[in-house]
Protein backbone atom coordinates (compact mmCIF):
# COMPACT_ATOMS: atom_id res chain seq x y z
CA UNK A 1 0.00 0.00 0.00
CA UNK A 2 1.25 3.55 -0.73
CA UNK A 3 0.87 6.59 1.31
CA UNK A 4 -1.82 8.93 0.14
CA UNK A 5 -0.72 11.68 -0.55
CA UNK A 6 -2.34 13.89 2.05
CA UNK A 7 -2.03 17.89 1.23
CA UNK A 8 -5.07 19.59 3.16
CA UNK A 9 -7.39 20.50 0.61
CA UNK A 10 -8.09 24.23 0.76
CA UNK A 11 -12.06 23.47 1.43
CA UNK A 12 -10.87 21.50 4.86
CA UNK A 13 -8.47 24.52 5.12
CA UNK A 14 -10.71 27.09 5.37
CA UNK A 15 -12.95 25.20 7.87
CA UNK A 16 -9.74 24.08 10.33
CA UNK A 17 -9.04 28.36 9.99
CA UNK A 18 -12.62 28.96 10.91
CA UNK A 19 -12.72 26.80 13.93
CA UNK A 20 -9.30 28.43 14.76
CA UNK A 21 -11.04 31.61 14.84
CA UNK A 22 -14.22 30.72 16.27
CA UNK A 23 -13.94 27.64 18.61
CA UNK A 24 -12.54 27.48 21.62
CA UNK A 25 -9.46 25.87 21.09
CA UNK A 26 -9.84 23.36 23.91
CA UNK A 27 -9.34 20.04 21.90
CA UNK A 28 -6.59 18.75 19.81
CA UNK A 29 -8.25 17.41 16.54
CA UNK A 30 -6.94 15.71 13.46
CA UNK A 31 -6.65 17.85 10.74
CA UNK A 32 -9.82 16.00 9.39
CA UNK A 33 -13.02 17.73 8.36
CA UNK A 34 -15.62 14.96 8.04
CA UNK A 35 -18.79 15.05 5.93
CA UNK A 36 -20.48 12.02 6.09
CA UNK A 37 -20.44 8.27 6.80
CA UNK A 38 -21.69 4.61 6.41
CA UNK A 39 -21.19 1.54 8.34
CA UNK A 40 -17.64 2.08 9.27
CA UNK A 41 -16.06 3.91 6.71
CA UNK A 42 -16.59 7.96 7.25
CA UNK A 43 -15.55 10.03 4.63
CA UNK A 44 -14.06 14.23 4.44
CA UNK A 45 -14.93 17.15 2.82
CA UNK A 46 -13.09 16.22 -0.28
CA UNK A 47 -14.50 12.29 -0.81
CA UNK A 48 -11.49 10.62 0.81
CA UNK A 49 -12.63 7.73 2.99
CA UNK A 50 -11.37 5.97 5.96
CA UNK A 51 -11.92 3.08 7.72
CA UNK A 52 -12.73 4.57 11.30
CA UNK A 53 -11.56 2.77 14.42
CA UNK A 54 -12.36 5.65 16.84
CA UNK A 55 -16.42 5.44 16.11
CA UNK A 56 -16.83 9.10 17.63
CA UNK A 57 -15.11 7.52 20.63
CA UNK A 58 -17.09 4.11 21.33
CA UNK A 59 -20.26 5.75 20.14
CA UNK A 60 -21.31 4.58 16.74
CA UNK A 61 -21.32 1.35 17.76
CA UNK A 62 -23.98 0.38 14.68
CA UNK A 63 -22.03 1.98 12.36
CA UNK A 64 -22.94 5.68 10.54
CA UNK A 65 -25.90 6.77 9.63
CA UNK A 66 -27.58 3.35 9.94
CA UNK A 67 -30.98 3.13 7.82
CA UNK A 68 -32.89 1.88 10.41
CA UNK A 69 -31.28 4.35 13.51
CA UNK A 70 -31.87 7.47 10.53
CA UNK A 71 -35.40 6.53 10.29
CA UNK A 72 -36.27 5.98 13.46
CA UNK A 73 -35.13 9.12 14.13
CA UNK A 74 -36.89 10.93 11.22
CA UNK A 75 -40.25 9.11 11.82
CA UNK A 76 -39.68 10.40 15.83
CA UNK A 77 -38.64 14.19 15.02
CA UNK A 78 -42.07 14.39 12.50
CA UNK A 79 -44.08 13.39 15.22
CA UNK A 80 -42.61 14.78 18.18
CA UNK A 81 -39.13 15.74 19.85
CA UNK A 82 -39.01 17.34 23.14
CA UNK A 83 -41.98 17.79 25.84
CA UNK A 84 -39.50 17.66 29.34
CA UNK A 85 -40.39 15.22 32.36
CA UNK A 86 -43.44 17.33 32.96
CA UNK A 87 -45.32 14.55 30.91
CA UNK A 88 -45.30 11.16 29.89
CA UNK A 89 -44.18 9.61 26.22
CA UNK A 90 -44.44 6.16 24.66
CA UNK A 91 -41.04 6.18 23.61
CA UNK A 92 -39.43 7.24 27.30
CA UNK A 93 -41.54 4.47 29.01
CA UNK A 94 -40.62 1.44 26.17
CA UNK A 95 -36.66 2.15 26.04
CA UNK A 96 -36.83 2.47 30.12
CA UNK A 97 -38.63 -1.53 30.17
CA UNK A 98 -35.84 -2.28 27.55
CA UNK A 99 -33.13 -1.07 29.46
CA UNK A 100 -34.40 -2.86 32.49
CA UNK A 101 -34.46 -5.74 30.73
CA UNK A 102 -31.02 -5.80 28.73
CA UNK A 103 -28.97 -4.39 32.68
CA UNK A 104 -31.07 -6.93 34.83
CA UNK A 105 -31.46 -3.69 36.99
CA UNK A 106 -34.54 -2.27 38.49
CA UNK A 107 -35.05 1.44 37.52
CA UNK A 108 -33.74 3.58 34.79
CA UNK A 109 -33.33 8.19 35.33
CA UNK A 110 -32.33 9.34 31.91
CA UNK A 111 -30.17 12.46 31.54
CA UNK A 112 -27.98 13.69 28.17
CA UNK A 113 -24.42 12.10 28.46
CA UNK A 114 -21.99 10.37 30.55
CA UNK A 115 -20.30 12.99 32.77
CA UNK A 116 -24.37 14.01 33.64
CA UNK A 117 -24.93 9.66 34.16
CA UNK A 118 -21.62 10.10 36.75
CA UNK A 119 -23.37 13.37 38.47
CA UNK A 120 -26.52 11.42 38.80
CA UNK A 121 -25.05 8.17 40.30
CA UNK A 122 -23.21 10.61 42.50
CA UNK A 123 -25.98 12.19 44.12
CA UNK A 124 -27.92 9.42 44.15
CA UNK A 125 -25.53 7.22 46.40
CA UNK A 126 -25.39 10.84 48.58
CA UNK A 127 -28.76 11.04 49.03
CA UNK A 128 -29.27 6.72 49.76
CA UNK A 129 -26.55 6.37 51.94
CA UNK A 130 -26.75 9.72 53.38
CA UNK A 131 -22.77 10.04 53.40
CA UNK A 132 -20.45 11.86 51.20
CA UNK A 133 -16.97 10.42 50.06
CA UNK A 134 -16.76 8.38 46.67
CA UNK A 135 -13.53 5.99 46.15
CA UNK A 136 -12.10 5.77 42.84
CA UNK A 137 -9.25 4.09 40.86
CA UNK A 138 -6.41 5.48 39.72
CA UNK A 139 -6.07 5.74 35.67
CA UNK A 140 -9.88 6.41 35.65
CA UNK A 141 -11.98 8.96 33.63
CA UNK A 142 -15.53 9.77 34.17
CA UNK A 143 -16.19 13.17 33.02
CA UNK A 144 -15.69 16.61 33.04
CA UNK A 145 -18.29 18.29 35.05
CA UNK A 146 -17.17 19.21 39.07
CA UNK A 147 -18.14 16.47 40.51
CA UNK A 148 -17.04 13.46 37.89
CA UNK A 149 -13.84 15.88 37.71
CA UNK A 150 -13.27 14.90 41.41
CA UNK A 151 -13.35 11.41 40.38
CA UNK A 152 -11.26 11.45 36.88
CA UNK A 153 -7.89 10.63 37.73
CA UNK A 154 -5.46 13.05 35.50
CA UNK A 155 -4.10 16.01 37.45
CA UNK A 156 -4.09 17.80 34.37
CA UNK A 157 -7.79 17.69 34.12
CA UNK A 158 -8.60 18.31 37.80
CA UNK A 159 -5.98 20.38 38.97
CA UNK A 160 -6.87 23.70 37.44
CA UNK A 161 -10.55 23.72 38.53
CA UNK A 162 -9.78 22.61 42.47
CA UNK A 163 -11.80 22.53 44.65
CA UNK A 164 -13.83 20.11 43.52
CA UNK A 165 -16.44 17.88 45.46
CA UNK A 166 -14.33 16.20 47.26
CA UNK A 167 -10.55 15.93 47.96
CA UNK A 168 -8.90 13.15 45.49
CA UNK A 169 -9.04 9.29 47.25
CA UNK A 170 -7.74 7.37 44.30
CA UNK A 171 -6.26 3.40 44.47
CA UNK A 172 -4.78 1.43 42.37
CA UNK A 173 -5.91 -0.95 39.47
CA UNK A 174 -6.91 -4.44 40.66
CA UNK A 175 -5.92 -3.93 44.59
CA UNK A 176 -9.36 -4.44 46.92
CA UNK A 177 -6.95 -4.02 49.82
CA UNK A 178 -6.78 -0.46 48.95
CA UNK A 179 -10.15 0.04 48.27
CA UNK A 180 -10.84 -1.72 51.54
CA UNK A 181 -8.73 0.47 53.61
CA UNK A 182 -9.86 4.13 51.62
CA UNK A 183 -13.33 3.34 52.67
CA UNK A 184 -14.60 5.39 55.77
CA UNK A 185 -17.74 6.02 57.68
CA UNK A 186 -18.39 8.92 55.34
CA UNK A 187 -17.72 6.54 51.73
CA UNK A 188 -20.93 6.86 49.62
CA UNK A 189 -19.41 4.76 46.90
CA UNK A 190 -16.37 3.01 45.23
CA UNK A 191 -16.83 3.75 41.21
CA UNK A 192 -15.44 1.67 38.82
CA UNK A 193 -15.02 1.45 34.99
CA UNK A 194 -15.03 -2.25 35.17
CA UNK A 195 -12.37 -1.73 31.90
CA UNK A 196 -10.90 1.15 31.45
CA UNK A 197 -11.51 3.33 28.68
CA UNK A 198 -9.32 6.75 28.33
CA UNK A 199 -7.04 5.25 31.29
CA UNK A 200 -5.69 2.92 28.64
CA UNK A 201 -7.99 -0.27 28.27
CA UNK A 202 -7.07 -1.48 31.52
CA UNK A 203 -8.77 -4.73 32.45
CA UNK A 204 -10.14 -5.44 35.92
CA UNK A 205 -9.73 -8.59 37.31
CA UNK A 206 -12.75 -11.36 38.28
CA UNK A 207 -11.55 -11.96 41.64
CA UNK A 208 -11.01 -8.52 42.16
CA UNK A 209 -14.34 -7.00 41.27
CA UNK A 210 -16.01 -10.02 43.44
CA UNK A 211 -14.18 -8.77 46.06
CA UNK A 212 -14.74 -5.57 45.98
CA UNK A 213 -18.10 -6.52 45.35
CA UNK A 214 -17.92 -8.21 49.01
CA UNK A 215 -16.24 -5.23 50.50
CA UNK A 216 -18.65 -2.86 49.50
CA UNK A 217 -21.35 -5.06 51.44
CA UNK A 218 -19.83 -5.75 54.19
CA UNK A 219 -19.26 -1.58 54.72
CA UNK A 220 -22.64 -0.62 53.26
CA UNK A 221 -20.73 1.25 50.77
CA UNK A 222 -22.41 1.07 47.34
CA UNK A 223 -20.81 -0.11 44.66
CA UNK A 224 -21.22 2.02 40.83
CA UNK A 225 -19.86 0.82 37.55
CA UNK A 226 -19.05 3.20 34.95
CA UNK A 227 -20.58 1.97 31.80
CA UNK A 228 -20.58 4.61 29.88
CA UNK A 229 -17.60 3.62 27.10
CA UNK A 230 -18.39 -0.48 27.95
CA UNK A 231 -21.76 -0.46 27.60
CA UNK A 232 -23.94 -1.44 24.29
CA UNK A 233 -22.29 -4.12 23.08
CA UNK A 234 -18.59 -2.58 22.85
CA UNK A 235 -17.15 -5.54 24.93
CA UNK A 236 -19.24 -8.48 23.43
CA UNK A 237 -22.00 -8.38 25.87
CA UNK A 238 -24.73 -5.75 26.21
CA UNK A 239 -22.63 -4.79 29.39
CA UNK A 240 -19.19 -5.34 30.31
CA UNK A 241 -20.50 -6.45 33.89
CA UNK A 242 -21.47 -9.47 32.26
CA UNK A 243 -17.81 -10.54 31.60
CA UNK A 244 -17.31 -10.22 35.75
CA UNK A 245 -20.29 -11.79 36.74
CA UNK A 246 -20.80 -9.08 39.30
CA UNK A 247 -24.00 -6.62 39.84
CA UNK A 248 -23.16 -3.40 41.26
CA UNK A 249 -25.84 -1.13 42.95
CA UNK A 250 -25.91 1.71 40.42
CA UNK A 251 -24.46 1.71 36.79
CA UNK A 252 -23.75 4.97 33.91
CA UNK A 253 -24.04 4.48 30.61
CA UNK A 254 -23.90 7.08 27.69
CA UNK A 255 -21.73 6.95 24.72
CA UNK A 256 -23.16 4.15 22.33
CA UNK A 257 -26.77 4.81 23.73
CA UNK A 258 -28.40 6.43 21.46
CA UNK A 259 -26.28 5.10 18.19
CA UNK A 260 -24.93 8.44 17.78
CA UNK A 261 -27.56 10.75 19.31
CA UNK A 262 -26.27 12.12 22.71
CA UNK A 263 -28.17 10.34 25.47
CA UNK A 264 -27.17 8.92 28.92
CA UNK A 265 -28.71 7.15 32.29
CA UNK A 266 -28.15 5.34 35.13
CA UNK A 267 -29.31 1.73 36.18
CA UNK A 268 -30.43 1.01 39.71
CA UNK A 269 -31.07 -1.80 41.53
CA UNK A 270 -34.40 -2.28 43.49
CA UNK A 271 -34.67 0.09 46.85
CA UNK A 272 -32.25 2.80 45.40
CA UNK A 273 -33.95 5.25 42.94
CA UNK A 274 -34.24 8.85 43.20
CA UNK A 275 -37.44 10.31 45.07
CA UNK A 276 -39.86 13.06 43.47
CA UNK A 277 -37.72 16.42 43.05
CA UNK A 278 -34.26 14.67 44.06
CA UNK A 279 -32.79 15.18 40.70
CA UNK A 280 -34.33 16.22 37.10
CA UNK A 281 -32.70 16.87 33.69
CA UNK A 282 -35.00 18.89 31.15
CA UNK A 283 -33.78 17.19 27.79
CA UNK A 284 -33.61 13.53 29.97
CA UNK A 285 -35.08 10.62 28.05
CA UNK A 286 -36.88 12.66 25.08
CA UNK A 287 -38.97 11.25 22.66
CA UNK A 288 -36.50 11.85 20.16
CA UNK A 289 -33.09 10.46 21.66
CA UNK A 290 -35.63 7.34 22.81
CA UNK A 291 -36.71 6.62 19.90
CA UNK A 292 -32.56 6.61 18.69
CA UNK A 293 -31.86 4.18 21.44
CA UNK A 294 -34.58 2.04 21.35
CA UNK A 295 -33.51 1.85 17.07
CA UNK A 296 -29.99 1.02 18.14
CA UNK A 297 -30.87 -1.77 20.41
CA UNK A 298 -32.93 -3.34 18.06
CA UNK A 299 -30.21 -3.14 15.91
CA UNK A 300 -27.65 -4.34 18.08
CA UNK A 301 -30.51 -7.73 18.32
CA UNK A 302 -31.11 -7.98 14.68
CA UNK A 303 -27.67 -7.61 13.72
CA UNK A 304 -26.54 -10.27 15.99
CA UNK A 305 -23.63 -7.32 17.02
CA UNK A 306 -22.93 -8.88 20.19
CA UNK A 307 -21.83 -12.21 18.45
CA UNK A 308 -20.05 -10.32 15.66
CA UNK A 309 -18.27 -8.04 18.28
CA UNK A 310 -16.71 -10.54 20.21
CA UNK A 311 -15.59 -12.94 16.92
CA UNK A 312 -14.38 -9.98 15.49
CA UNK A 313 -12.66 -8.75 18.69
CA UNK A 314 -11.15 -12.27 19.06
CA UNK A 315 -9.84 -11.96 15.01
CA UNK A 316 -8.58 -8.29 15.17
CA UNK A 317 -6.70 -8.98 18.54
CA UNK A 318 -5.23 -12.23 17.13
CA UNK A 319 -3.92 -10.28 13.95
CA UNK A 320 -2.52 -7.84 15.78
CA UNK A 321 -0.80 -10.15 17.82
CA UNK A 322 0.88 -12.06 14.70
CA UNK A 323 1.89 -9.12 13.27
CA UNK A 324 5.70 -7.80 14.29
CA UNK A 325 4.51 -4.45 15.51
CA UNK A 326 7.81 -2.62 17.01
CA UNK A 327 7.83 -1.78 20.56
CA UNK A 328 4.41 -3.32 21.31
CA UNK A 329 4.35 -4.39 25.28
CA UNK A 330 0.65 -5.76 25.31
CA UNK A 331 -2.69 -6.06 22.95
CA UNK A 332 -5.16 -6.34 25.13
CA UNK A 333 -9.52 -6.14 25.19
CA UNK A 334 -12.77 -7.40 25.26
CA UNK A 335 -15.01 -7.72 22.51
CA UNK A 336 -14.06 -4.39 20.22
CA UNK A 337 -12.62 -2.67 22.91
CA UNK A 338 -8.99 -2.42 22.18
CA UNK A 339 -5.83 -1.54 23.35
CA UNK A 340 -2.35 -1.84 21.89
CA UNK A 341 0.40 -0.22 24.81
CA UNK A 342 3.15 0.76 22.79
CA UNK A 343 7.14 1.48 24.48
CA UNK A 344 6.73 5.04 23.60
CA UNK A 345 3.86 7.81 22.69
CA UNK A 346 1.39 6.63 19.51
CA UNK A 347 0.33 10.21 18.19
CA UNK A 348 3.00 8.75 15.02
CA UNK A 349 1.27 6.52 14.49
CA UNK A 350 -2.28 7.81 14.69
CA UNK A 351 -0.87 10.28 12.11
CA UNK A 352 0.38 7.73 9.28
CA UNK A 353 -2.79 5.80 9.80
CA UNK A 354 -4.67 9.10 8.92
CA UNK A 355 -2.49 9.37 6.04
CA UNK A 356 -3.45 5.82 5.02
CA UNK A 357 -7.25 5.96 5.64
CA UNK A 358 -7.39 4.92 9.13
CA UNK A 359 -8.57 6.59 11.92
CA UNK A 360 -7.28 5.50 14.96
CA UNK A 361 -6.81 7.14 18.68
CA UNK A 362 -4.19 7.19 21.32
CA UNK A 363 -5.32 7.27 24.94
CA UNK A 364 -2.81 7.72 27.59
CA UNK A 365 -0.54 8.38 25.22
CA UNK A 366 1.09 5.15 24.92
CA UNK A 367 -1.96 2.91 24.13
CA UNK A 368 -3.77 2.86 20.70
CA UNK A 369 -7.32 2.44 21.38
CA UNK A 370 -9.06 0.47 18.40
CA UNK A 371 -12.70 0.82 18.77
CA UNK A 372 -14.44 0.60 15.48
CA UNK A 373 -18.23 0.30 14.88
CA UNK A 374 -19.31 -2.92 16.00
CA UNK A 375 -19.98 -3.90 12.04
CA UNK A 376 -16.60 -3.69 10.81
CA UNK A 377 -15.98 -6.90 8.67
CA UNK A 378 -12.91 -9.02 8.46
CA UNK A 379 -11.73 -7.16 5.30
CA UNK A 380 -11.79 -4.36 6.90
CA UNK A 381 -9.72 -5.62 9.91
CA UNK A 382 -7.43 -7.05 7.30
CA UNK A 383 -6.85 -3.57 5.97
CA UNK A 384 -6.13 -2.07 9.58
CA UNK A 385 -3.53 -4.60 10.34
CA UNK A 386 -2.13 -3.81 6.86
CA UNK A 387 -1.93 -0.28 7.82
CA UNK A 388 -0.39 -0.81 11.47
CA UNK A 389 2.22 -3.34 9.57
CA UNK A 390 3.52 -0.54 7.78
CA UNK A 391 3.75 1.95 10.53
C1 LIG B 1 -16.58 9.28 28.00
C2 LIG B 1 -16.75 8.83 29.40
C3 LIG B 1 -17.42 9.63 30.35
C4 LIG B 1 -17.89 11.02 30.05
O1 LIG B 1 -18.85 11.04 29.05
P1 LIG B 1 -19.23 12.43 28.32
O2 LIG B 1 -20.44 12.04 27.52
O3 LIG B 1 -18.06 12.82 27.50
O4 LIG B 1 -19.53 13.38 29.38
C5 LIG B 1 -17.59 9.11 31.62
N1 LIG B 1 -17.16 7.87 31.94
C6 LIG B 1 -16.53 7.08 31.05
C7 LIG B 1 -16.08 5.72 31.46
C8 LIG B 1 -16.28 7.55 29.76
O5 LIG B 1 -15.62 6.78 28.89
New binding site residues.
Given amino acids: MTEQVISRSSSQEAVIQKDAKYVMQNYGRQPLVLESGDGCIVRDIDGREYIDCVAG??VNNVGHSHPKLVEAIKKQAEKLMHVSNLYYTVPQAELAEKLVKITGMSRIFFCN??????EAAMKLARVKTGKTDFVAVEHA????TMG?LSLTYKEMYRTPFKPLVQEEKFVPCNDAEAIANAITDKTAAVII?PIQ??GGINIHSDAYLKEVRRICDETGTLLIF?E???GFGRTGKWFCKEHFGVEPDIM?M??AMGGGFPM?AIAAREGIAFERGQHAATFGGSPLACAAALASIDIIEKEDLLRHATEMGDYFMSRLKDISLNGVVEVRGRGLMIGVELDRKCADIVDFALKNGVLLNCTSEKVLRIAPPLVITKEQIDSVVAVLEQA
Fill in positions: IASGTEAVFHGRAEGEDVQTTAKG
